[in-house]
Nanobody, 116 residues
């Protein structure tokens, strides 16, 4: 079993910052990639940012220059630093862990609300 736990969501005013954390634990032999997705009400879940074990990153165009993903491989933890937040960033943010075995695990989600 693999557990994925997110933390760090909350309510912030537009222009503010938040830092999300996601820790994976359990029967983890090797993680390939970790990333963040988000889902706003009435919309599909979308990629926000992803980072591989080697440190390669990929960001959604809407967050480039504002969000930064980082990772602590020793702790199986990924972070998402979100700056210059906008009301349209409001969503439930989910952490996704992809193992080398290609198995995928999701966290329960953390709410981020940006007020205008």
């Amino acid at each position: 079993q693999v557990q994925v736990v997110e933390s760090g969501g909350g309510l912030v005013q537009a222009g503010g910052s938040l830092r999300l954390s996601c820790a994976a634990s359990g029967s983890i032999f090797s993680i390939n990639a970790m990333g963040w997705y988000r889902q706003a009400p009435g919309k599909q879940r979308e990629l926000v940012a992803v980072i591989t074990t080697a440190g390669s990153t990929n960001y959604a165009d809407s967050v480039k220059g504002r969000f930064t993903i980082s990772r602590d491989n020793a702790k199986n933890t990924v972070y998402l630093q979100m700056n210059s937040l906008k009301p349209e960033d409001t969503a439930v943010y989910y952490c996704r862990v992809v193992l080398v075995s290609i198995r995928i695990y999701w966290g329960q989600g953390t709410q981020v609300t940006v007020s205008s």
